[in-house]
């Protein structure tokens, strides 16, 4: 089945500065590939997603990034607010979503 | 709001017994997946139904079982409870069956005692 790595586990980054968190896949038919944010005790909230036909979608102040070749997704957060701060998940699916154990992000001011 | 709504937010019980956590989906979603989070841990998918029908099984313990009515709405069974069982229980929901977004409720908060 899918696995999906993501890296790093916490990150702690200053207010205004840029926030990157990686993921990689190992099942090729993996063609779509959301994240979520997580705050403490809600639900995980879909805030950007890709599918395999696009290397790169923004939105606002966050991008993901796709490289199929080498089976790995990243998301990026510019200009970061305190309000970032919160639990990141990647995910990935061939048919169903496959989750990265989570990035504990930080913004400090 | 996602427009997933779960019952109850939180579920306090003992070792040994059995509970139903309800789930309805967004109007119009045909699908419903049950996600684990342990504490601290990431999400395990559990099971999905479509319209009705199970499509998929995920790391989902034999003492544990899903349906979906007709009204799309699902429960998810836990029986003989453990003290491993506690977690945050999800549900989401999707329009299709595969590779579409999905959305997430507020979760029903299990803690075995």
């Known amino acids: 089945g899918e696995n999906v790595e993501q890296h790093p586990s916490t990150l702690s980054v200053q207010e205004g500065d840029s926030a990157v968190i990686k993921c990689t896949y190992s099942d090729s038919a993996s063609n779509y590939f959301p994240w979520y944010k997580q705050e403490l005790g809600k639900r995980p909230q879909l805030i950007i997603d890709?599918?395999?036909?696009?290397g790169e979608k923004k939105d606002q102040r966050i991008a993901v990034t796709l490289n199929k070749t080498a089976k790995h997704f990243s998301l990026h957060i510019t200009e970061t607010q305190p309000e970032d701060s919160a639990v990141y998940f990647c995910?990935?699916?061939?048919?169903?979503?496959?989750f990265g154990t989570g990035t504990r992000l930080q913004v400090t001011l | 709001d996602s427009g997933v709504t779960q019952t109850p937010k939180h579920l306090i019980t003992a070792t040994g017994q059995r509970v139903t956590l309800r789930c309805s989906p967004r109007s119009g979603d045909l699908s419903v997946y049950w996600y684990q989070q342990s504490l601290d841990q990431g999400l395990q998918f559990l099971i999905q139904?479509?319209?009705?029908?199970?499509?998929a099984k995920g790391n989902i313990l034999e003492r544990f079982s899903a349906q979906q009515f007709p009204d799309l709405h699902s429960e998810l069974n836990l029986s003989s409870l453990e003290l491993g069982d506690s977690a945050l229980y999800f549900c989401?929901?999707?329009?299709?069956?595969?590779?579409?977004?999905?959305?997430f409720g507020p979760g029903t908060r299990l803690t075995v005692t």
């Open positions: 890709i599918r395999s036909n696009v």
């Open positions: 989401a929901s999707s329009t299709g069956d595969g590779t579409y977004e999905q959305y």
């Open positions: 995910a990935a699916s061939p048919r169903k979503l496959t």
């Open positions: 139904y479509y319209n009705g029908e199970e499509r």
